[in-house]
């Protein structure tokens, strides 16, 4: 009977996201010893090197692969509750044990090897939460239905970011959202987030910035114009009458003119006029939503109003709360400050190392930005740099192709389960993968913060890699088992 089983398993698993994992993980190890050759180092398996160290923890990735697939899938879900449990308690754990690396307290050191639980915290929570949601008599209907799913994310990102102090690693399950949404999640929710990243850089960005007319900032005036028309949309999206459209549009453009006209003779505050311009759509909205007993509407009044606390509160976050090095590189990322010898040396250094390698690349081990030491973290965080400069615009192209493959592969096996759990547990490892590859090549080319999260496969380091071997072999042992859940 367990031999039959076993056949099946065999017979039934995917054997083309394997076989993309493999080649993934292979381009990466020769990357990784590109990243890290010297000319006086004799072989790739050279243990005392880190693609020779990269090495074994790729036979021990194939190991624990080959036992997820062997397991009785029914284990995950049983165990998904009592797993999720302990990870908390390591993760509360791990400052305790862990030593100060880079401002960081995530990394426990266990003999020879560091790990660090953070990246195994995703693979365990995407099973609580598919755990959770996959249930039978749960539908996702309003917000209220996402409150459980929220706090299981939150507890441990919350751990990750401020008990941890690991920001990349808990900005990791904000991609959580991504399956949510596939499961039925208002896109309104991700809109909320798109308006809370674009209210913080407007407010960081042009918050000191002082208005040419009046006083007041343009960052400050920039947010509320932007919450101005988010409610104006929202109110006529609601009643379709355009008439009022025109009516809210003409009172707002009245109140700012007349304030312009009085800026003559007198200075105006622009921040408290925009504020004001704002409230009064807020107190409109109210109004007309008891009026019509379309309550909806008191939630997009409720958000806003929250935004404007928040619009004002980012500053204070920003000064107060984030690392110094963060508020570095998100100041350099903005073109606020020019650093190009501290924040910014990683990222000018990893954009010469790219656009040095041109079409073809200077080829395998000829990286002279890689050899001579120039990018730091060039075999983890920014081992994208290192195919830049070897293999070139062709085989960047490629390494970004042979990722989609591997992306749509997941897709296409969460969209063949008839089983909810298994769906939402697909959807949230491709969302994982998704992010960490556009994060990191983001980064990379200077076009995202660098929050320090590594490229899946390809970065050096054990924990990595297995936190995504984890997360991948038990998708595919769960996949290789729908027929068995179907009967």
């Known amino acids: 009977m367990r031999a039959s089983r076993s056949s099946n398993i065999w017979r039934n698993v995917d054997w083309i996201t394997i076989g993309l994992f493999v080649a993934l993980m292979l381009f990466g190890w ?36 080959t036992i997820l697939l062997l397991i009785d899938y029914k284990t995950y879900d049983v165990l998904a509750y009592i797993a999720y449990g302990a990870i908390v308690l390591v993760l509360l754990a ?25 990246e195994f915290a995703k693979c365990i929570v995407a099973l609580a939460i598919a755990k959770y949601m996959g249930r039978y008599e749960y539908k996702l209907r309003t917000w209220r239905d996402l409150i459980v799913p929220f706090a299981i994310i939150g507890v441990p990102m919350l751990i990750i970011m401020v008990w941890e102090r690991e920001t990349g690693s808990a900005l990791v399950f904000i991609a959580f959202l991504l399956a949510f949404y596939r499961q039925g999640m208002s896109g309104y929710v991700l809109w909320v987030v798109v308006a809370a990243v674009a209210l913080f850089i407007t407010s960081i960005r042009w918050g000191d910035l002082a208005l040419p007319l009046g006083t007041g900032s343009v960052g400050i005036l920039s947010c509320m114009l932007i919450l101005t028309v988010v409610e104006i949309y929202f109110i006529c999206k609601e009643h379709r009458m355009r008439y ?29 006029i925009s504020m004001g311009v704002v409230v009064l759509l807020v ?22 109003l929250f935004c404007i606390g928040y619009t004002h509160a980012c500053k204070h976050v920003f000064s107060h709360v984030l690392q110094p090095h963060q508020r570095i590189r998100i100041e350099v990322l903005l073109g606020m400050k020019e650093d190009p010898n501290g924040a910014g040396y990683n990222v000018n250094q990893a954009r010469i190392a790219i656009g040095s390698g041109r079409f073809f690349g200077k080829g395998y081990l000829n990286g002279t930005q890689t050899k001579l030491q120039f990018v730091p973290e060039q075999d983890t965080d920014f081992i994208f740099c290192t195919v830049g400069e070897e293999w070139g615009f ?55 913060p660098v929050i ?5 496969f ?7 890699l297995w936190g995504f071997t984890l997360l991948l072999f038990i998708l595919l042992r769960l996949d290789a088992a729908r027929v068995e859940q179907l009967r």
């Open 30 to 65: 020769m990357n990784i010893y590109g990243a890290s050759y010297t000319f006086d180092q004799s072989s790739i398996f050279d243990f005392s090197n880190r693609a020779g160290k990269q090495f074994a923890w790729m036979m021990g990735a194939v190991a624990l692969g």
């Open 94 to 118: 791990t400052p305790l044990l862990a030593h100060n690396i880079k401002g960081s307290m995530s990394w426990i050191t266990i003999g020879p090897v560091n790990l660090q639980p953070a």
């Open 244 to 272: 009022q459209a025109l009516i809210l549009i003409g009172s707002v453009i009245g109140i700012y003119g007349i304030s312009l006209l009085i800026n003559i003779w007198k200075p105006m505050p622009f921040n408290w």
């Open 283 to 304: 107190l409109y909205n109210i109004g007309i939503s008891f009026y019509w007993r379309k309550y909806k509407l008191l939630i997009v009044a409720a958000f806003t």
């Open 394 to 448: 062709v085989g960047s192209v490629g390494v970004l192709l042979l990722y989609l493959f591997f992306i749509l592969r997941l897709i296409t096996i969460a969209e063949r389960q008839r089983n909810a759990s298994t769906r939402i547990y697909a959807y949230i490892v491709a969302s994982i993968f998704l992010f960490h590859l556009m994060v990191n090549v983001g980064m990379v080319l200077g076009v995202l």
């Open 452 to 456: 320090g999260i590594p490229l899946p």
């Open 458 to 464: 390809f970065s050096y380091g054990g924990s990595s």
